[in-house]
């Protein structure tokens, strides 16, 4: 079955990078998308970028200038790599994949608080 | 970038109660909206893809509608289990944006 799963730092100082991988099994990097998606404690979802299925990469325009998503199709994975960390990135973390229409799997999360 | 506005933030009912909840788009998006429901420290599950088509394992009373702007995610007849936060998000853009949520809480 379909499954993503993140990991990486729970905690990251301010002004560092924060690393995140989405591990997926279940189907193939070369033939869907991969999302990602976080959301501050106790407040909405947020569209980070996407990882698409021919290569190419999409941003959200607030995140462009910090933001890299890659990947390595031979280890299923989708990496996320963001710069510049401070407090207000603090959040759970999401790799998502779509379908033709809406997010249909989701990781569990993970969750990064940026703090000294 | 596509804004989302959902409305009410929040709506306090009673279960068996029927409700409608809203997402505006900023522009035109066709039927290019999807509905999630997320439960505390859960995440995000699809209910609806494309304004009104059903996902499999989704019950029946979740239902969706509207095209250009207008959405309307509808419940019949609230379940306990039902009362969590509900986001749109639209897919017309290349850039995807998320509604700010709207919170279904027990009256």
């Known amino acids: 079955q379909v499954q993503l799963k993140e990991s990486g730092p729970g905690l990251v100082q301010p002004s560092q990078t924060l690393s995140l991988t989405c591990t997926v099994s279940g189907f193939s990097l070369t033939s869907y998308n991969v999302h990602w998606v976080r959301q501050p404690p106790g407040k909405g979802l947020e569209w980070m970028g996407r990882m698409r299925y021919n290569g190419d990469t999409s941003y959200n325009s607030a995140l462009k200038s910090r933001l890299s998503i890659s990947r390595d199709t031979s280890k299923n994975q989708v990496f996320l790599k963001m710069n510049s960390l401070q407090t207000d990135d603090t959040g759970t973390y999401y790799c998502?994949?779509?379908?033709?229409?809406?997010?249909?799997?989701w990781g569990q999360g993970t969750l990064v608080t940026v703090s000294s | 970038n596509i804004v989302l506005t959902q409305s009410p933030a929040t709506l306090s009912v009673t279960p068996g109660e029927s409700v409608s909840l809203s997402c505006r788009a900023s522009?035109?998006?066709?039927?290019?909206i999807h509905w999630y429901q997320q439960k505390s420290n859960e995440s995000p599950r699809l209910l609806i893809k494309y304004a009104s088509q059903s996902i499999s394992g989704i019950p029946s009373r979740f239902s969706g509608s509207g095209s250009g702007t207008d959405f309307t995610l509808s419940i019949n007849r609230v379940e306990s289990e039902d009362f969590s936060i509900y986001y749109c998000q639209q897919s017309y853009s290349s850039l995807l944006t998320f509604g700010s949520g709207t919170k279904l809480e027990i009256k």
């Open positions: 522009q035109s998006i066709s039927t290019s």
């Open positions: 998502t994949r779509d379908r033709p229409g809406g997010f249909a799997y």
